[in-house]
């Protein structure tokens, strides 16, 4: 049982480049989120998803795109990547009747030069 | 919206002793959900324990307990008889169950060292 996995593990960009972070899930979770992670700011929440075709923005959503095509895969797109994006990210999934029984990814750590 | 605040970026404690996290939160909302997150050097974040706010007896696991104030909205990680493996960044984590949508609001995070 694979859990949630996230790739790739680091990645460096350059400034203005897109880039995909994957995101799968075997678990048959409903929801699905992404969230970032930076220094002296904990983690906030990107986008999330409660189903296939159903998106919606969280705290930080502006530079990001997603889309949920299957129950399993939540892709993260940058669309032109900046400085300001660099930052761990952390995709996490859970049942939709389960409030806060999450399972996080192990993170893909994104440069942006 | 809700707020989390962790006022100690970084402690550390010798082996085999007691150390408390300190966390305090802000919100409208009566029913809510609390947890105290591990992340090691891995990145992985393991979920240590959780507190339901309706529930008044503070939760325990093993080593670690909570001392959950609801009135005062703090929330405190108790870590006894720590060890190396304890070593890692520690998130309070605050879910809403009325309005959140099943959001996790995240403190800034507590860097602790547990020295041999």
């Known amino acids: 049982n694979a859990g949630v996995t996230q790739t790739p593990k680091f990645q460096v960009l350059k400034t203005g480049q897109s880039m995909t972070l994957q995101c799968a899930q075997d678990m048959n979770h409903e929801y699905m989120s992404w969230y970032r992670q930076d220094p002296g700011m904990g983690l906030r929440l990107i986008h999330y998803?409660?189903?296939?075709?159903?998106?919606d923005q969280g705290e930080v959503p502006n530079g990001y795109n997603v889309s949920r095509s299957t129950t399993e895969d939540f892709p993260l797109r940058l669309l032109s990547a900046a400085p300001s994006q660099t930052s761990v990210y952390f995709c996490a999934s859970k049942r939709i009747r389960d409030l806060y029984g999450y399972t996080f990814g192990s993170g893909t750590r994104l440069t942006v030069v | 919206a809700q707020t989390v605040t962790q006022s100690q970026p970084e402690m550390s404690v010798q082996e085999a002793e007691t150390v408390t996290l300190s966390c305090t939160y802000d919100?409208?909302?009566?029913?809510?959900?609390l947890f105290w997150y591990k992340q090691p050097p891995s990145r992985q974040m393991i979920l240590v324990i959780r507190q339901e706010a309706y529930k008044q007896q503070n939760a325990t696991e093993n080593r670690f307990s909570v001392n959950f104030q609801k009135a005062a909205k703090s929330f405190s990680l108790k870590i006894s008889d720590s060890q190396l493996g304890d070593t890692a960044m520690y998130f309070c984590a605050f879910g809403g169950v009325e309005t959140s949508g099943s959001r996790l609001t995240f403190g800034e995070g507590t860097q602790l060292t547990v020295n041999p």
């Open positions: 998803s409660v189903g296939a075709g159903i998106t």
């Open positions: 919100t409208s909302e009566n029913n809510y959900y």
